[in-house]
């Protein structure tokens, strides 16, 4: 009985040591900044903010209020969002494939974006309005997913290893449609590559409130299949006698994890590398259990994206880093590690 409970004692300080990071991480963000406010003007106009009160002894600036409520809370919380939902998803994949290198941008996902967001950008098939991008990018992100999964499909298979070539395949050729595009319309080219570079410099709330309910409603999908995936990392043979759909298993969470990731990026642009580091480094720590995987991978994402967005708009204010170039600056090496791991395996 030692062993059980020692185990939750150690994944419980474990989601205590990630909150409580979190909450740091979260304080941080608030009142860090180019704006020339202090930390302690920050922490004062932020808690006249959620007090209903006003300023009347001049703590903080009149205009600090709104510039915590407007810019800073909206683009964090989106970070949070965003973070979680690309590390969960790439939960998900790991696990039904059963392969750690597995993650959204590998299945396409974040190619069909690019292409849609890229056809918004240079064509405005919607109009000039602020959902242009966004929209096309979640349109292109689903339709992507479900191409690969088609082909993947059409020999009546759905093994990981034809979801993963299928994805590779779709990938690549919408990555190659996607650079004609860039190339054929010069004057649109700074837009779409600050958009494929990543970032959440455009959060807003109306943003946070259409990704968020997304985001929440796949996450709950993938805790109630976590039994599932766990029976699918012992082979699909075995899990089929214990009574699992394997194939109707991994379409599900394949197009779940896939809309997750689409809504996520579909504001947020292409941030690459959350969705393959988070889950590994997540799994070592608390074990391959998608019970325990997935709240904690949730938590470690929502924290690295906030961290990383935070790192780009300070390093070298007032000027931004996109923070696409930070994560892969971090998973570029991660991914050459884990190669280096499965071929010493």
Do not use: C
């Not at 989601?15 to 409580?20: G, Q, R, S, T």
């Not at 004062?44 to 009347?56: E, K, P, Q, S």
């Not at 990018?137 to 993947?152: K, N, P, S, T």
């Not at 690549?172 to 004609?180: K, R």
Request: proline share 4%; hydrophobic share 55%; no cysteine.
């Amino acid at each position: 009985m030692s062993t059980p409970t020692g185990r939750r004692v150690s994944y419980r300080l474990v989601m205590a040591v990630l909150v409580a990071a979190l909450i740091a991480a979260v304080v941080t963000a608030t009142v860090v900044g180019a704006a020339g406010l202090t930390a302690g003007e920050a922490l004062r106009a932020l808690f006249a903010l959620f007090a209903g009160g006003a300023d009347a002894t001049g703590a903080f600036p009149d205009w600090a209020p709104r510039l915590l409520l407007d810019l800073r809370l909206p683009r964090m919380v989106l970070a949070l969002v965003a973070g979680a939902a690309l590390s969960t998803a790439g939960a998900s994949f790991q696990g039904v494939f059963r392969n750690p290198l597995a993650e959204p941008y590998l299945l396409g996902v974040s190619a069909g974006a690019g292409l849609g967001a890229t056809i918004a950008i240079v064509w405005k098939p919607l109009g000039a309005g602020v959902f242009g991008v966004p929209v096309l990018a979640f349109v292109g992100g689903a339709l992507a997913a479900f191409l690969v999964y088609r082909l993947a499909t059409f020999s009546g298979q759905t093994g990981s290893a034809s979801l993963l070539l299928s994805g590779v395949a779709v990938g690549s050729t919408l990555t190659a449609v996607m650079s004609f595009l860039m190339v054929a319309t010069e004057r649109d080219l700074h837009t779409v590559i600050v958009w494929l570079m990543g970032g959440v410099t455009t959060a807003s709330w109306t943003k946070v409130f259409i990704t968020l309910p997304v985001v929440a409603a796949g996450f709950v999908y993938m805790m109630l299949m976590s039994r599932r995936m766990n029976l699918l990392l012992m082979g699909e043979e075995r899990a089929r006698e214990l009574g699992v759909d394997s194939q109707r298993t991994r379409r599900n969470l394949m197009i779940v994890a896939s809309l997750t990731t689409a809504a996520a990026v579909a504001f947020t642009g292409l941030i690459g590398f959350i969705g393959l580091m988070v889950p590994h480094i997540m799994r070592l720590v608390v074990g391959p259990d998608h019970r325990r995987l997935l709240p904690a991978t949730a938590l470690f994402g929502a924290l690295l994206l906030l961290l990383a967005d935070t790192v780009a708009r300070t390093a070298l204010a007032p000027a931004e880093i996109p923070v696409g170039i930070i994560t892969a600056a971090t998973g570029g090496p991660f991914f050459l590690y884990l190669l280096r791991v499965r071929r010493g395996a």
